[in-house]
């Protein structure tokens, strides 16, 4: 089992940038092939990014295709979602998720652990 604990998440204007941060607990980091999920006001969860176990491959939603950057360094047990030219409509809640032994980079939904979640606001 594996614990997940997102942090970076603020308060941002328009055109600017964050890196979201997903710290795993454990030793097995290198097991889980990790998705970025958001979910606004209203809305259901969405898929945003995903990255395989080693890091080589990634899948990105087509709203942030060019935009934002997925990684890993699993030495520290760390995922990260690098979000640049941010736009209101990025506003939600970002989750990062663990699917274990997968081999890609994975955009389903069927993930295997959940952070908690952290808050993106983007201003106009």
């Known amino acids: 089992q594996v614990q997940l604990v997102e942090s970076g998440g603020g308060l941002v204007q328009a055109g600017g940038s964050l890196r979201l941060s997903c710290g795993a607990s454990?030793?097995?980091?290198?097991?889980?092939?990790m998705g970025w999920f958001r979910q606004a006001p209203g809305k259901e969860r969405e898929f945003v990014a995903g990255i395989s176990r080693g890091g080589g491959s990634t899948a990105y939603a087509d709203s942030v295709k060019g935009r934002f950057t997925a990684s890993r360094d699993n030495a520290k047990y760390t995922a990260y979602l690098q979000m640049n030219s941010l736009q209101p409509e990025d506003t939600a809640v970002y989750s990062c998720?663990?699917?274990?032994?997968?081999?890609?980079?994975?955009?389903?939904?069927?993930?295997?652990?959940w952070g908690q979640g952290t808050q993106v606001t983007v201003s106009s």
């Open positions: 454990g030793r097995t980091f290198s097991r889980y092939a």
């Open positions: 998720a663990a699917k274990e032994y997968y081999s890609g980079a994975y955009s389903g939904k069927q993930y295997d652990y």
